[in-house]
């Protein structure tokens, strides 16, 4: 068990590292050699977990999608906006999120494979503008596919505005913005009017995570 852990230890360890290479100089002008100076790992070590620079950039990528969970909302729409927001929060505080933004938007990465982040959110999205329909808090006209290509694609290029405006600094304002103008063409008004749209909102559910997080392995909070 030690063994599997140090294992673990040392492939997170080499995503880190590997993240903070390529936001720093995107995926074409990352080197192997830096990475691993960065981790402070053998060639050996890296090579182990990852064949190659399109693995370590993968990874990087995959590390995204573990951060798309909250808590189980009545409101889908709520929840919906929950994911969203607390996405742009860790891309405020979170390398790795921020890698994984850099990568998925970075044009010049020719022989990577950038799909995987916009299906993973597009399918969050339409399974929970399903759910939404199903309980009723969606306008008639919506198509649940059609409308998660919208938010995700939009939710994308807020993501770059801010970041070559003020490096994320701006991002919950701006996609706050963003949900006030798309929401009301989407949800029911009766609907929206419960659902908290504030700039904190990111906040809110990051701090409501990690205390969950903490009570399940048994670390006091504070």
């Known amino acids: 068990m030690a063994k599997q852990d140090r294992a673990i230890r ?3 360890t080499i995503l880190s590292a590997a993240a903070k290479v390529f936001e720093k100089h995107g995926y074409q002008a990352a080197t192997i050699t830096e990475i691993l100076a960065e981790a402070g790992v053998t060639k050996g070590a890296l090579y182990f977990h990852f064949q190659s620079k399109e693995e370590l950039a993968q990874g990087v990528l995959g590390e995204q999608d573990q951060r798309l ?5 009545a409101c889908k729409t709520q929840e919906i906006v929950d994911i ?12 790795m999120v921020r890698a994984g933004v850099r990568l998925s938007l970075d044009q010049q990465a020719h022989d990577l494979d950038r799909s995987g982040p916009f299906l993973n959110w597009g399918e969050v999205m339409t399974g929970l503008l399903e759910k939404a329909q199903a309980q009723g808090e969606l306008l008639p006209h919506i198509l649940p596919r059609e409308t998660s290509d919208v938010l995700v694609g ?10 070559a405006l003020s490096n994320y600094q701006d991002l919950a304002l701006r996609v706050c913005s963003l949900l006030r103008h798309l929401l009301p063409n989407v949800v029911l008004a009766s609907v929206l009017a419960s659902v908290d749209l504030s700039p904190t909102r990111g906040v ?3 701090t409501e995570l990690a205390e969950d997080l903490d ?3 048994g670390v006091p909070v504070g």
């Open 69 to 73: 969970t909250v808590s189980d909302r």
């Open 215 to 217: 009570s399940e392995v």
């Open 204 to 206: 809110t559910v990051f």
């Open 10 to 12: 040392t492939r997170q």
């Open 154 to 163: 939009s939710f994308a290029g807020v993501q770059a505005m801010s970041q």
């Open 84 to 95: 969203i927001m607390l996405h742009a929060h860790r891309l405020q505080t979170d390398p």
